[in-house]
């Protein structure tokens, strides 16, 4: 059936294809080696779309538009305090709605266990709108008493239950800092690949966790713009009324594209998701092309023979060819249903946001296939070693 | 016109000091149509020439004319040109193992490009070679002498002009021999189909139009017998 579709495909026998075919073993190898080299490669296609992906979610949560963070800042966690100053100089501009500033800070908070989980501490204007979430918002009368915190209900590691107590009204004590905080209630971002969650506190509160920052010098500046405004040109006029010594002024879009940038090219875990992808590619490649050397090499009298025939190269070429796009295309999908059910499986132990896009497999598709060829065509020197004046 | 057209064709493997020449000075011309069978002591050279003339190895010294075309020099894609227009027989059949039996015969119509009636025709020469049950059988599950037919068949199917046999009726009993050999006595005479054939079997012998004997790389005797 398959025989009789390819033959008309290819406008002659599907000899690949019949190859391929009569050694069952060596087949179901290959397309277990090809759905190898495609897992690797969706996972670490899938890590690097989730840090991606988590990345921009803190500054998606931003009720702002421009982002004003220290010059020296390349994510959210990694600035230097810029002057408190800088938010009334904002606020004061044409075309600026509001601006708060906004504290940051990395808390490490032990479990029962001894185990350690890392928080990203966010110190808040409990007046203000700094973030969108609905839940946020709603807990600002409660995180403008002293030493009260809300949690984000995603925090990787911690008992599920921790979080449904919590909801129920039970408020639960960790100690921050030597500093007793009050957590009182949960709202939802999604933990990234830096920390395991995020607190929220207010600026006071934070203040007395990290007794080291100053009231005077914030993490960073959240500023809306009025409605109506070009929010580049308001970044423009901040860019030229602020001094560019000490800050950046960058639209959220530009922060997340300069983080993603950063994260992806100069931190480890994107150097090693882009590396490990290239390493997939190059498995795969060996492994197709031990595949079709082998089988090269067992038909080499069949090729002599065609030779004498009067097949010119380019059939020989073909052969192999075809093999190659049948090879990547029959080992694709075995996986991908693997790739996928990885993918929901890590997505769910780890909250990361780990989905299939439309777009990366038929990437991966289109990889594996030029994979597959490109050992076909070395694999072709072999053909050489076919010579029909060996064959009386 | 001459078939095959030989004038001083020398010929030596190996290269400096294992040099060995195994063909001398052969000039030999061969017509439309002829059987002819070709004899010789083991090592004399029958298969050098064979695959000399069938454009399987280049041609060192010497002048060869196949079908009209020049072998001095030619180029790789003038070889194949040739080869379209030959059959060859092998001693070892030469099957491909992944191929049917009408799968492997079809590769010697193939190589002309697909034709609507391919299948067809690779069905009845299977059939004049009594092989019509066997026609889906893939080479690993036929005996020695069908594996033999088969090869016949993919070399006669595509309706060759000059057939090269190097002792094709080795894996053949009495029967299938005689069947072969019928064949391609009757294709030659109904097609013009030259045949040079490398063989000892006597009743082979008996029925060629002409028996040239090779010793020591030379022809040394040229008998027509019609
Ligand atoms: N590929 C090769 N490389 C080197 N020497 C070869 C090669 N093929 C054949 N010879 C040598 O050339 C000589 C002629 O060999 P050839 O095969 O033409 O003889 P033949 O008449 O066909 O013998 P047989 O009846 O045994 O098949 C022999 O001495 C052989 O050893
Ligand atoms: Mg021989």
Redesign the interface.
Known sequence: MITVVLARVL???P?GW??L???RTRLATALAGVAFANLLVFMQLGFFGALIGSIAIPYNGMNAEILIQSSDANTLQDGSPIPRNRMLQAAAQPGVASATAVYYGRLEWKQPDGTVRALDVVGIDPQALAFRSPEITAARGELALADRAIIDRRTRNVPAALFREIEAGHAYSIEANSHAITITGTFTLGGGFGADGYLVVSDQTFLRIFRNRSPGAPSYVLVRTLPGEAIPAVADRLRARLPDSDVAIRTIAEAVARDQAFQTTQKPAGIIFGFGTFIGALVGIVIVYQILATDVAD?L??Y???K?????PRFFLGIILEEAVILGLLGFIPGLLASLGLYAIIASATGLPLEMTIGRAIAVLAGTIAMSMISGLIATRRLAQAD??D?? | MDIIDIAGLDHSYGQGETTLQVLFNITLCLGQGEFVVLMGASGSGKTTLLSLLGCLRAVQTGRVAVLGQDLNGADEAARIAIRRRVGFIFQAHNLHESLTARQNVLMGLDVHGRLPGSEAAAGRILDLLVLADRIDSVPATLSGGQKQRVAIARALVGNPEIIFADEPTAALDRDNSILVIALLRRLGSARGTTTLMVTHDPRIIDSADRILTMADGRITRDERRK
Request: glycine share 12%; no cysteine; aromatic share 12%.
């Open positions: 406008g002659r026998q000899i019949l190859q075919t009569h050694n038909h009298k069949g002599a023979t065609f004498a025939i009067g097949y010119p029909p004046a064959l009386f």
